[in-house]
């Protein structure tokens, strides 16, 4: 990738009231909302298994019947590799190509087909140290209204990078109608996502964005999430074990959907499938309280 700056013009430091008192936010451009789509945001602590996560909820909602679209917001651009069997050019790639005309690219040129007809999107992200992951973002979504893509569209799911949940990463949230957020059954997990409600919750004042609930991820077990649950207000909407086929179809480019149904991946395969189910009728907006940090040391027992 050569080191062509991207443009940032749409940064801005928020006045009291808006996104945090003296915060510097990438704001939503009101001409490029995404429409009638159901807008789910994917965040977690890195490494925490989002993408895994994200692709088979995509993969979910498209045996619900539903036109999916998953975006990729990372610049390892791998969201999207278990339903493609591939890494995607990035939006920015294909940008770089035509020298930032957006005018001259095509669809196929950054949208591309997966498992059961799930459309993919990578976004990518600018050179490292010269731009803004919101402006990737917000690039990204002009495209595809300007296409149409966004039309053919029920569900559309934001696959977030890590847990830094500043300007750029939490653009996604100004699109999307609810955050799920994904956890282990961890201190550094639970720490990270109290980090994330904080982020919702200063999103919410200005955009339509609610927290929809916790999917706890990677965990036999689940008292500490229920710990932290309890005393914010949050809900675990769904619950995958450590289980190693979850690993394994990966490393296999394959959702789990796509794996021999032993009665381990089956109730994996069952417990997407509820989660899509139930995402899609809906629920009431969670509204949780974030802790302080010292209280969340003290909750889970470190001293």
């Known amino acids: 990738m050569s080191t062509a700056t991207v443009p940032i013009s749409n940064i801005k430091k928020s006045s009291k009231g808006e996104d945090g008192e003296g915060s510097v936010q990438v704001q939503m451009d009101p001409s490029v909302k995404i429409g009638n789509a159901k807008v789910f945001a994917v965040y977690g602590k890195g490494g925490i298994g989002k993408s895994t996560t994200s692709s088979n909820l995509s993969a979910a909602f498209s045996h619900l019947g539903k036109r999916v679209l998953q975006i990729g917001c990372d610049p390892k ?86 847990d830094v949940v500043c300007g750029g990463f939490a653009a996604p949230l100004q699109h999307a109608d609810r955050a799920l957020i994904v956890t282990a059954n961890d201190f550094d997990s639970i720490f990270a996502m109290n980090r994330i409600v904080q982020a919702i919750g200063a999103k919410s004042k200005n955009y339509n964005v609610r927290l929809g609930g916790v999917i706890v991820n990677r965990s036999d077990a689940t008292d500490q999430v229920d710990k932290f649950n309890g005393a914010t207000g949050l809900k675990s909407m769904a619950h995958f074990p450590l289980l190693d086929e979850i690993r394994k179809s990966r490393l296999s480019k394959s959702t789990m959907f796509e794996l021999e149904a032993t009665p381990a991946v089956k109730a994996v395969q069952d417990e997407y499938m509820r989660l899509a189910a139930s995402l899609w009728k809906g629920s009431d907006p969670l509204p949780a309280v974030p802790m302080k940090d010292r209280d969340i040391f003290d909750l889970l027992g470190f001293d």
């Open 77 to 162: 651009h791998d969201s999207t590799f278990t339903l493609t069997k591939k890494m995607l050019p990035t939006v920015i790639d294909a940008l770089e190509q035509v020298d930032f005309h957006a005018e001259e690219l095509r669809v196929e040129d950054f949208c591309f087909p997966g498992y059961n007809g799930v459309m993919c999107v990578e976004a990518g992200g600018p050179p490292a140290g010269t731009g803004c992951g919101g402006y990737v973002v917000g690039q990204t979504v002009k495209l595809l209204k300007e296409h149409h893509l966004l039309e053919d569209t029920d569900v559309v799911i934001f696959d977030v990078l890590g």
